[in-house]
Structure formats: structure tokens, C-alpha cells
């Protein structure tokens, strides 16, 4: 076993093993596809801490409190080397699941930490990167990705929808070879894939082609996880009506907002409130991902004939058809969680600036620089305790979705600095309210997000969550230094 990581290896009131492997799953009808996959075994801890995700590839359903300390043993059953990154919690960097710290083939590798954040709805999923470049974008396609769920007691005080009323969503899109077997950036568009991201053939929830639900006259609580490697999905009723967002990334929003659609970006989630109440049986509903329009780049890989899925196409990912009629007089709650202390913005607060940029055949970059290792300029060096300003420029031909390793930020402001590039119609669905660790920045844009550095110092990471540009080298790590 590779060393232990984390606060203390004592008492602890979760603890369970991890596993990636590889597995075989039917995922379309026909031959069962080959896929790489988490399972998990519970050691100690509550009887609802695991359950499994659609009997399919996405990893189990992690569900801890607010805390609680959980020992993870994360065994590697691959035949390459591996993480498992805990997206969006406050975690010591040695427990953050970096390429710094990889899993070795046969290796097992134990982490403890304490739950620090807000309920809400995180993730999980690999984070190599080796001399040859990232692994993320292929290990997660493979199927290396899963929920988790925290919860506390200011959310169970709203008495939200939950059970059969909660449904956990993950969005992917794949694309399958004749056999079923996924096939990942092949052939003449894998350069292509590279510049733009990948986009599958057709989307899966949870790991099945999307299907109709039977659902009864009451309020749903969906909560959306956009796990796909760099598909936007714009996400809509079919019948029109307002999307009500009631939670993202760091959890609940203070009040609830009702959108036309929502614009959910790759590792973003999205906490969604849906009244059944006043329908008549036999009435049914659809989620879709509505249509907008990308820039050159975004559908370029239709013109080459590579996705019968392009950026920017419509098309359904959840059926609903009411068949049960049923009293649940439970009210959209008009107050929701106002407890987050978003970081403190004053006109002393230093900014610090990032232009995203990128050169034909070399990739994309950040203020000029590519992922070195564990290598930190001067200027990418913060002080624990303070808060800071990072200013977000994007001057490419491409949305990037921009992820801080190891906190919740607020978003404080987005200016639209030039020409989008051909990308419209996702402007008016952007929730950048409450506490998120992932923040869509279109083309032309200058975004601004307020970050404190608190707890833990060390590495870590910052870098677009389009797989394919992180893999790519636009990844950088940041210190944190008292």
C-alpha cells in the first residue's frame, strides 16, 4: 500500500474502499461494452454512505454529513497509473487527488479528511497526468466518474424533496464503435478533438441511453452533474416553462431563481426544483438540451463528419410521464440557505490576472504557459488567509470552464469584452450565484471570481475543465503559503 494521506489515520465515522477496474457493461443493446469503472465496499459508516448508480459504469453514490471524518482506501486495478480527485471539496492537496500524487498500478492508497463543505452535490473522478501528457479526458470517457452528495442540517430543516423525489442525473456523451465499444478520440479527428474537446455520438444519463420515468403529482428535486469531456448543455423544458434552480456547485442558493434555460458547463452541477403538483395523469414532460449557436471551432467536428452530435445540437435527456396521482402539499421554499460567507470584495483586494490563449498546433495556454509539473511561478503564489480577485480572459475561439482545486469562489463580475466568436444563445442560462468551484468563460469574456485561501497550505491546481484542453496543458498548479 502507498502511504497514507490526510489528517490523522484514528477514528473515523466513514470509512470505505474505492476500486478501479476495469469491467464489462451493457450499455446499448447488442454486445456489452468494455469500460473502467469505480466500485466501492463500505467498511464502516452509515448503511446509506454507497448505493449503486443505475446498475451501470458511473461509480456509486457517496453519501457523508457535514463533519463526519472519512478514511477512503483508493485501490488501483488498472494497468495505468491513476487518482481519484474530489471535485469541488475543501481538502488538505495531499487528499485533492493530484497528478503529483499518483496511484501506481496494484497499489492501494488510504486518504482521511474531514467533510468541511456545504450540502450539495459533488463529484468525483481521475486526475493523472503523466510525461506524455493527461490521462483525464480518457480515463473519465472510459467511465471513471461518480457522484457524491453532502448533506447538513440547514438543508434537511427545508425538508427538500427526497427518495424516489430526488434524481441524481449524470450527462455524458459517447460514441461507439460497431461492437459497442467506446471509441475516444480515433482516426483523422483526434487532433481536432484535441483543439475543440470531444463530443460523443449521443448522450447517456447515467449510463444508459436517456428514458422516460413515470413520476406522480408532486415536487422532484433533479440534480444535474455535467460530466461530460466538453459538451455545454443548455438545459430546458420542452414545454416551456421556467428552469427553477435552486442550488450549483457549492450548493444552495440563497433564493431560488427561475431561468428560461440553465447553462451548464463541464464538471458544473445544478440543483433543480420541479412542481408536479397542479398535472393531469398521462401528461408528460421532457428535459432536453436546447440548440445555440458555437463559433468556428465549437462545429468543426460536424464539418469533418466526426459527431452526429455537434456542440451547440438538440436533443432529449429526460422522459417524464405522470401516471399517479398523489397529495404532497410541500411548497417551493422561498428563502433557502443565506448562511455561505462568500469572500469579502473590497477596492484593496488584489487582483490577479489569467489570459487564456491558444496557438494552432500547440494547444492552449494560460498567461502563456503550459502544465510543468508541479512547477509554480512567481506570480501563481497566494497567502493563506487572503482573499484575491482571479480575472479570467478569454481571448480564444473557445468556451473554457475554469476550475480551482480546493475551495467554493463567488463570481462577482462577467463583462463581455469583444466578439464572441459565432457563440451565442447560452448567455442568458448562466447561474453565477452562490458559491461554485467551476466557472464558464465564453469567448470575449472577462470573468471575475472572489477566492479565499484558508486551512490548508500547499499545491494546488487550476485549469479548464474541458478534458481535452487540461490534458493539453492548460493546467497550472498554485501554492498557497502562509
Excluded at 481519484?84 to 492537496?93: F, R
Excluded at 487528499?95 to 459533488?122: C, H, N, S, W
Excluded at 496557438?359 to 494560460?366: L, N, S, V
Amino acid at each position: 500500500m502507498a502511504p497514507a494521506h490526510g489528517a490523522d489515520n484514528g477514528e473515523v465515522d466513514v470509512d470505505f474502499r474505492l476500486r478501479a477496474r476495469r469491467d464489462t457493461v451493457p450499455l446499448l443493446p447488442g454486445t456489452p461494452s468494455e469500460v473502467w469503472r469505480y466500485d466501492a465496499t463500505l467498511v464502516d459508516g452509515p448503511a446509506n454512505t454507497l448505493s449503486s448508480i443505475n446498475n451501470s459504469y458511473p461509480g456509486p453514490l457517496i453519501r457523508l454529513s457535514r463533519g463526519q471524518r472519512v478514511r477512503a482506501t483508493l485501490e488501483n486495478r488498472l494497468p495505468e497509473d491513476t487518482t481519484v480527485h474530489w471535485h469541488g471539496l475543501h481538502v488538505p492537496p495531499d487528499v485533492d487527488g493530484q497528478p503529483r500524487l499518483p496511484i501506481k498500478p496494484g497499489e492501494d492508497m488510504a486518504v482521511t479528511f474531514d467533510v468541511r463543505d456545504r450540502a450539495g452535490l459533488y463529484w468525483y473522478h481521475p486526475h493523472p497526468h503523466g510525461p506524455d501528457g493527461g490521462r483525464v479526458g480518457f480515463q473519465s470517457y472510459a467511465g471513471l466518474a461518480g457522484p457524491l452528495v453532502i448533506e447538513d442540517d440547514i438543508e434537511r430543516g427545508l425538508a427538500l424533496p427526497g427518495g424516489e423525489q430526488e434524481l441524481i442525473l449524470i450527462l455524458q456523451d459517447r460514441s461507439f464503435a460497431g461492437d459497442n465499444a467506446l471509441r475516444y478520440m480515433d482516426g483523422m479527428g483526434a487532433m481536432m478533438a484535441r483543439m475543440r474537446g470531444f463530443f460523443g455520438d449521443r448522450v447517456l444519463v447515467n449510463g444508459r441511453p436517456p428514458r422516460t420515468r413515470d413520476v406522480a403529482t408532486r415536487p422532484y428535486r433533479l440534480r444535474i452533474l455535467n460530466g461530460s469531456n466538453a459538451r455545454i448543455y443548455k438545459l430546458a423544458w420542452s414545454d416551456g416553462r421556467p428552469v427553477t434552480v435552486i442550488g450549483t456547485d457549492g450548493g444552495l442558493l440563497a433564493k431560488p431563481q427561475r431561468l428560461a434555460y440553465v447553462t451548464l458547463a463541464p464538471a458544473q452541477r445544478v440543483d433543480v426544483w420541479l412542481d408536479l403538483s397542479g398535472a393531469q395523469v398521462g401528461e408528460r414532460l421532457r428535459l432536453i438540451s436546447d440548440a445555440y449557436q458555437t463559433g468556428m471551432m465549437g462545429g468543426m467536428g460536424a464539418m469533418m463528419g466526426r459527431s452526429a452530435l455537434p456542440a451547440g445540437a438538440r436533443f432529449d435527456l429526460l422522459g417524464l410521464r405522470v401516471t399517479d396521482r398523489v397529495r404532497d402539499g410541500r411548497p417551493l421554499p422561498p428563502d433557502l440557505d443565506s448562511t455561505p460567507v462568500l469572500p469579502a470584495v473590497t477596492s484593496d483586494t488584489p487582483i490577479r490576472r489569467f489570459e487564456l490563449g491558444m496557438r494552432m498546433m500547440r494547444g492552449f495556454f494560460i498567461n502563456g504557459r503550459q502544465f510543468e509539473g508541479a512547477t509554480v511561478a512567481d506570480d501563481e503564489v497566494v497567502r493563506l488567509g487572503q482573499t484575491e480577485i482571479w480575472e479570467f480572459v478569454n481571448d480564444t475561439m473557445m468556451p473554457h470552464p475554469m476550475h480551482v482545486h480546493g475551495l467554493q469562489f463567488a463570481v462577482v463580475e462577467r463583462r463581455r469584452m469583444n466578439d464572441r466568436r459565432g457563440w451565442s444563445g447560452l448567455d442568458s442560462g448562466l447561474v453565477d450565484a452562490g458559491l461554485l468551484d467551476t466557472v464558464l468563460v465564453l469567448p470575449g469574456e472577462r470573468v471575475r471570481i472572489a477566492l479565499t485561501f484558508t486551512d490548508f497550505e500547499g499545491l494546488y491546481l487550476y485549469h479548464c475543465h474541458n478534458m481535452e484542453h487540461e490534458d493539453s496543458g492548460m493546467m497550472r498548479y498554485y501554492r498557497v503559503r502562509a
